[in-house]
């Protein structure tokens, strides 16, 4: 089951701050976060392994509840090289711990 | 420099000649998997190998087969193309099967099929 992110696409001007959800309806035990530039492949941000577990990259930030089976991504003071398509990733135990996707979040970053 | 290698980047070919994409990683990871983009549909893998003669469907395997002979090469082979699989694919690879360990993309390989 491939988890949901939101919002699909958001527009921001630099430095302006903003949220990318991932939520699953199966458990998670770990989140994965990429980032993809057009043209590029997947690049990894972060994997966050449990409940509470927050981390950071540059000013890009995450966070995990388990309870409620989803994780954000915090775009902070925004830069232009934030610009792309940010994706979640959730391992499913019972396929060999498998990634899937979400259909991924596209952040366009404005001077 | 560690790194996943996909040949070739781009392929234009036509409908029922075969083709194979290969992908190959320099950091002995024992996970490997191709994925196919395409838009508004996100990531979606295609085969995944856990090691060497091990590997298993993903949620797109139709029309598509790979091998594992080798840890470090992973081969899409596509038997019979058909325009529905015109796509952006790529070939990742982790050091394990656990979900704790980041995946490392390759660049891509751009297929069209006509």
């Known amino acids: 089951q491939q988890p949901v992110q939101s919002p699909q696409a958001v527009i921001l001007r630099e430095g302006e701050d903003a949220v990318i959800n991932c939520s699953s309806s199966k458990a998670l035990y770990s989140v994965h976060w990429y980032r993809q530039k057009h043209g590029e492949a997947p690049v990894f941000l972060m994997i966050l392994l449990k409940g509470g577990e927050q981390k950071g990259h540059d000013k890009i930030s995450a966070s995990f509840n388990e309870k409620k089976q989803q994780s954000s991504l915090y775009l902070t003071a925004s830069q232009l090289s934030y610009s792309g398509t940010y994706f979640c990733g959730t391992p499913i135990k019972a396929a060999g711990n498998k990634l899937t996707f979400g259909g991924g979040t596209r952040v366009l970053v404005k001077p | 420099e560690a790194q996943v290698t996909q040949n070739p980047r781009y392929l234009i070919t036509v409908t029922g000649k075969k083709l194979t994409v290969t992908c190959s990683q320099n950091?002995?990871?024992?996970?490997m998997s191709w994925y196919r983009q395409d838009p508004g549909l996100g990531l979606r893998q295609i085969y995944y190998?856990?090691?060497?003669?091990?590997?298993d469907k993903g949620d797109v395997p139709e029309g598509y087969k790979v091998s594992r002979k080798e840890k470090r090469n992973f081969p899409l082979i596509l038997e019979s193309p058909s325009p529905n699989q015109t796509s952006l694919y790529f070939c990742?690879?982790?050091?394990?099967?656990?979900?704790?360990?980041?995946?490392?993309f390759g660049d891509g390989t751009r297929l069209s099929i006509l």
């Open positions: 950091m002995n990871h024992e996970y």
């Open positions: 190998s856990m090691n060497v003669e091990v590997t």
């Open positions: 990742a690879s982790s050091l394990s099967t656990g979900g704790n360990q980041p995946q490392h």
